[in-house]
Nanobody, 120 residues
Framework: QVRLVESGGGLVQPGGSLRLSCAASGSIVRINDMGWYRQAPGKQRELVASISRGGSTQHVDSVKGRFTISRDNAKNTVSLQMNSLKHGDTAVYYC??????????????WGQGTQVTVSS
């Protein structure tokens, strides 16, 4: 089993910055792709950014140039640096990971979510 714990959410003014972090723990053998998703009230959960184990990244068009995903394989962590935040970025942000554990050949895991609110 893998546990993902997010941190770093909060209230920020438009144009401000936040950094989200996610730490994975458990009987992990290897974590492959990691990502950040978000879900705003009344909307479907959407992928914001993803990163492969080798460091290849993808960002949804709406955050390109403002958000940057990164990871530390040695620490089993993934981060999302969010700059120039807009009202439309308000959502619950979820960490996601594809991982191989000592009891499973592969599984997909979610964190509990962290609230990001952009408001003046």
């Amino acid at each position: 089993q893998v546990r993902l714990v997010e941190s770093g959410g909060g209230l920020v003014q438009p144009g401000g910055s936040l950094r989200l972090s996610c730490a994975a723990s458990g009987s992990i053998v290897r974590i492959n792709d990691m990502g950040w998703y978000r879900q705003a009230p009344g909307k479907q959960r959407e992928l914001v950014a993803s990163i492969s184990r080798g460091g290849s990244t993808q960002h949804v068009d709406s955050v390109k140039g403002r958000f940057t995903i990164s990871r530390d394989n040695a620490k089993n962590t993934v981060s999302l640096q969010m700059n120039s935040l807009k009202h439309g970025d308000t959502a619950v942000y979820y960490c996601n990971a594809d991982a191989i554990t000592r009891v499973s050949d592969g599984g997909n895991y979610w964190g509990q979510g962290t609230q990001v609110t952009v408001s003046s």
